[in-house]
């Protein structure tokens, strides 16, 4: 089992920037992947951003490429997500996602068996 807890969100006005971390705890020694995920209020949960753990290769939803960095820090099991340039279409509950194992497509919410709690952004305009 692995135990996620997201932490930093807030609200923010348009054009500023968050910081997201995700501590990790439990069986971490298993982690593959981990990603960020969102979800609007009357919308469906959405990719935002993943990470591989052992390569640190990551991939970015194209909403936020080159504004968003996901990164990793292997000795605390921690993954941030770094929010540059904020709109309010990026206004969400942002959840953490690890899995354990490969999968085929990595960007999709039934790949990942662990997530955290959420923690809610909200960008004013």
């Known amino acids: 089992q692995v135990q996620l807890v997201e932490s930093g969100g807030g609200l923010v006005q348009a054009g500023g920037s968050l910081r997201l971390t995700c501590a990790a705890s439990?069986?971490?020694?298993?982690?593959?992947?981990m990603a960020w995920f969102r979800q609007a209020p009357g919308k469906e949960r959405e990719f935002v951003a993943r990470?591989?753990?052992?390569?640190?290769?990551?991939y970015y939803a194209d909403s936020v490429k080159g504004r968003f960095t996901i990164s990793r820090d292997n000795a605390q099991t921690t993954v941030l997500l770094q929010m540059n340039n904020l709109n309010p279409e990026d206004t969400a509950v942002y959840y953490c996602?690890?899995?354990?194992?490969?999968?085929?497509?990595?960007?999709?919410?039934?790949?990942?068996?662990?997530w955290g709690q959420g923690t809610q952004v909200t960008v004013s305009s």
């Open positions: 990470i591989t753990w052992s390569t640190g290769s990551t």
């Open positions: 996602a690890a899995r354990t194992t490969y999968v085929l497509f990595p960007a999709r919410s039934d790949a990942y068996p662990y």
């Open positions: 439990g069986r971490t020694v298993s982690l593959y992947g």
